[in-house]
């Protein structure tokens, strides 16, 4: 009987094997060779699922921000208040942080060549990964504006671009820079508060 195969599991494998290569070599001095060796498989293998190392950086980050985005779209179907839908949404960005420390430097090294970035997808696709959050904070403002239950003073595109960038800078800051897990939550607990108090009727 043939063996069946998890496809799935093996993809999720060999993206795991691409980020330790990359993390200790750097994108640009790892080869696919080094990434089957460290997935155990042969090359073979390898590019009957990534025909190319430049397919595999945008699948990398995609298994950080996918979950991400599934679980906003259902924070966003729900009938929870605007205000905690919006707090929910801070919270749930934050989630996986510390996975992501692992691969900073490699989005430094992508994102930092221009020319690099754009060849593989990266900007458009945290462009793309950013306007989607930037959206689901407009949405949760306007409805909280429209039910009256978030101060209609509020501009809400200004204050949606801006939890984005605020988000984005803590996550980074965290990522780069040694800090307590404790700190960062009461850093977010204080972004909260301060939240609350603006929206609040």
């Not at 990359?22 to 994108?27: A, N, P, T």
């Not at 929870?80 to 707090?87: G, K, L, Q, W």
Request: charged share 25%; aromatic share 10%.
């Amino acid at each position: 009987m043939p063996k069946i195969v998890d496809k799935a599991a093996k993809r999720q494998e060999i993206l795991e094997a691409a980020i330790a290569v990359f993390v200790e070599k750097g994108y640009h001095s790892a080869k696919m060779a080094d990434i089957a060796v460290a997935a155990g498989m042969g090359k073979g293998t390898l590019y009957e699922y990534f025909p190319t190392k430049e397919s595999l950086p945008k699948e990398i980050f995609n298994l950080f921000l996918a979950g991400v985005d599934d679980q906003l779209e259902k924070l966003r179907q729900t009938d929870h208040e605007p205000i905690e839908v919006i707090v929910a949404g801070i919270q749930l960005s934050f989630e996986g942080v510390d996975e992501f420390a692992v691969i900073t430097p490699l989005c430094f090294e992508l994102l930092g060549d221009k020319t690099l970035s754009e060849s593989l997808g990266l900007r458009e696709y945290f462009e793309g990964w950013i306007e989607q959050l930037n959206n689901f904070f407009i949405t949760a403002l306007v409805t909280g504006q429209q039910g009256g239950k978030i101060n209609p003073d509020v501009d809400v595109k200004a204050l949606a671009r801006m939890l984005v960038s605020t988000i984005d800078g803590m996550a980074l800051h965290y990522c780069m820079f040694p800090m307590e897990a404790d700190f960062f939550q009461r850093q977010s607990q204080e972004l909260e508060a301060m939240l609350r108090q603006r929206l609040s009727c």
